[in-house]
């Protein structure tokens, strides 16, 4: 029951990676213009290294079996939320619907406006990883990427890609939005992976 750190309780402040802070509110971050949605047309495209290369319409998705995760968020800026309630489809039912070839190691999530970010399959394969378009039993707002956002817990944030357009498969480790300008490619925040010249090889770890 001790007061650690900056003063949270034990079991927050273990929550808590280094180098980050509480925050109450939940920002909106990234970088050009939110999306508009039209049912009609946003889809999911999945493709490259898997048996059913598909395009999920967004009816199609919403009409999976759905999943909540409780999770923290960590944005390599340097805030944190807790206790986040995430509602969608789990990657893995993605994942199984396509079947990844032997060679896919790697995922690329591509959002609206070019947005990107890369992960290992097997970080994708967590069974905390999910295709979100509610948080605490609301819609998410435009801002925070409805209609739909990649969500990867225990990832820095940039990798839970907002307003999700396609799941590519790879053999290569090619790198999104933010890797390529200097962010680590593995990314755990209780690590501290936040750049680049921190990876020495450990960007090929998995998962
Ligand atoms: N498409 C897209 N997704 C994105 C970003 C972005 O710029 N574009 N920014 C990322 C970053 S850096 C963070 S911290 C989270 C922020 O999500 P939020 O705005 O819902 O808090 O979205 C991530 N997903
Ligand atoms: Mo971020």
């Given at each position: 029951?001790?007061?650690?750190?900056?003063?949270?309780?034990?079991?927050?402040?273990?929550?808590?990676?280094?180098?980050?802070?509480?925050?109450?509110?939940?920002?909106?971050?990234?970088?050009?213009p939110?999306?508009?949605?039209?049912?009609?047309?946003?889809?999911?495209?999945v493709?490259?290294?898997?048996?059913?290369?598909?395009?999920?319409?967004?009816?199609?998705?919403?009409?999976?079996?759905?999943?909540?995760?409780?999770?923290?968020?960590?944005?390599?800026?340097?805030?944190?939320?807790?206790?986040n309630?995430?509602?969608?489809?789990?990657?893995?039912?993605?994942?199984?619907?396509?079947?990844?070839?032997?060679?896919?190691?790697?995922?690329?999530?591509?959002?609206?406006?070019?947005?990107?970010?890369?992960?290992?399959?097997?970080?994708?394969?967590?069974?905390?990883?999910?295709?979100?378009?509610?948080?605490?039993?609301?819609?998410l707002?435009?801002?925070?990427?409805?209609?739909?956002?990649?969500?990867?817990?225990?990832?820095?944030?940039?990798?839970?890609?907002?307003?999700?357009?396609?799941?590519?498969?790879?053999?290569?480790?090619?790198?999104?939005?933010?890797?390529?300008?200097?962010?680590h490619?593995?990314?755990?925040?209780?690590?501290?992976?936040?750049?680049?010249?921190?990876?020495?090889?450990?960007?090929?770890?998995?998962?």
């Amino acid at each position: 029951m001790g007061l650690i750190g900056r003063g949270y309780p034990d079991e927050i402040a273990r929550r808590i990676p280094p180098g980050q802070r509480l925050v109450k509110t939940w920002p909106v971050l990234h970088v050009g213009p939110i999306p508009r949605f039209d049912g009609e047309r946003w889809d999911l495209e999945v493709s490259g290294l898997v048996e059913e290369p598909t395009v999920i319409a967004y009816a199609d998705l919403r009409s999976m079996p759905t999943v909540l995760v409780g999770a923290d968020m960590h944005c390599v800026t340097g805030w944190t939320t807790l206790d986040n309630a995430w509602e969608g489809v789990p990657f893995r039912a993605i994942a199984e619907r396509v079947r990844p070839l032997p060679e896919a190691r790697w995922v690329i999530a591509h959002g609206a406006a070019g947005y990107s970010a890369n992960l290992s399959l097997a970080a994708m394969l967590d069974d905390d990883v999910l295709l979100a378009w509610r948080n605490h039993g609301e819609d998410l707002t435009p801002e925070h990427g409805w209609p739909l956002r990649l969500v990867v817990p225990k990832r820095y944030a940039w990798k839970s890609v907002k307003w999700l357009t396609g799941l590519e498969f790879s053999a290569e480790n090619r790198r999104g939005f933010w890797e390529i300008r200097g962010y680590h490619v593995h990314a755990d925040p209780f690590a501290e992976e936040r750049y680049a010249y921190q990876e020495r090889g450990g960007a090929e770890r998995e998962p």
